[in-house]
């Protein structure tokens, strides 16, 4: 009777002790997902100050640490980091290769993650028409219908993004200058090719204009593509006009100073 006594006595401890850790377990838990959404939220904070600065290094330094996250809004952050150290000169061809591929998976994976997300879309089909430069003409006309439905997937989530707005109009803008061969290319792998004619990237000027208007620093390339619009256009007054503010653009990145 002592030893069950004893032996009940010594469950109801290890009893008492197992719920204690338990619950000890799960008050820490409930800290770790409060802090790690804290965490989130400081980490993209800081990554869109380190943007804001053109700190491009820095800025993929801090993001990919979180290339396993399951955050949308840290992923494709992570694509565009990439893809933006993949655009400085410094970087070798063998780590631009890897991190333009690097991109388009992040993108990816943001968009399994949240399929509502505009900015994985518009960064997903950046990413995607990047690859294409690295397989060949084909797979790049290939993947345009892919890339022009995210592009306008993201206008449906959020009609006022300026960038997305932009790449439309290039998207557009590229089809309607491709050389004959490509379009025989283009024809071979659709029923009904993508295609796009000059006077139709004339409804997109009063987009990149009014792009400008909201915000004459937006983007060094909506410049460069308003003067090569109005060039095509045979508008040659307007045409210089545009590539001179292009040209006199303060540059900060690689890409401005390739504009």
């Not at 790690?36 to 820095?58: C, R, W």
């Not at 060949?136 to 707005?165: W, Y």
Request: include cysteine.
């Amino acid at each position: 009777t002592q030893v069950l006594r004893k032996s009940l006595q010594r469950g109801v401890v290890l009893s008492t002790g197992s719920f204690l850790v338990y619950e000890a377990h799960k008050l820490i838990s409930g800290f770790a997902e409060v802090h790690a959404s804290f965490k989130v939220e400081d980490v993209i904070e800081q990554a869109d100050y380190l943007y804001g600065s053109g700190e491009t290094e820095k800025l993929y330094r801090l993001l990919v640490q979180h290339k396993n996250s399951d955050d949308a809004e840290l992923l494709w952050r992570l694509a565009r980091a990439s893809r933006d150290l993949a655009q400085l000169g410094s970087t070798s061809a063998e780590e631009k290769r890897q991190l333009t591929y690097d991109s388009l998976e992040y993108a990816k994976k943001a968009l399994e993650k949240n399929e509502s997300n505009f900015a994985a879309h518009k960064w997903y089909g950046i990413c995607l028409s990047d690859v294409g430069d690295y397989e060949g003409i084909k797979t790049k006309i290939g993947n345009a219908i892919v890339i022009k439905e995210h592009f306008q997937r993201a206008i449906e989530l959020n009609p006022k993004d300026a960038t997305t707005i932009h790449l439309i109009g290039i998207w557009c803008y590229s089809f309607a200058e491709m050389p004959w061969y490509q379009r025989k290319i283009a024809a071979t792998l659709f029923a009904t090719p993508p295609t796009s004619t000059f006077q139709e990237v004339r409804s997109h000027l009063k987009l990149f204009s009014c792009l400008y208007a909201a915000d004459p620093n937006f983007y060094s390339k909506n410049l460069l593509f308003l003067g090569k619009t109005y060039l095509k256009l045979n508008n040659k007054k307007m045409a210089l006009l545009w590539l001179s503010k292009a040209k006199e653009y303060p540059a900060q990145t690689e890409e401005d100073k390739q504009v």
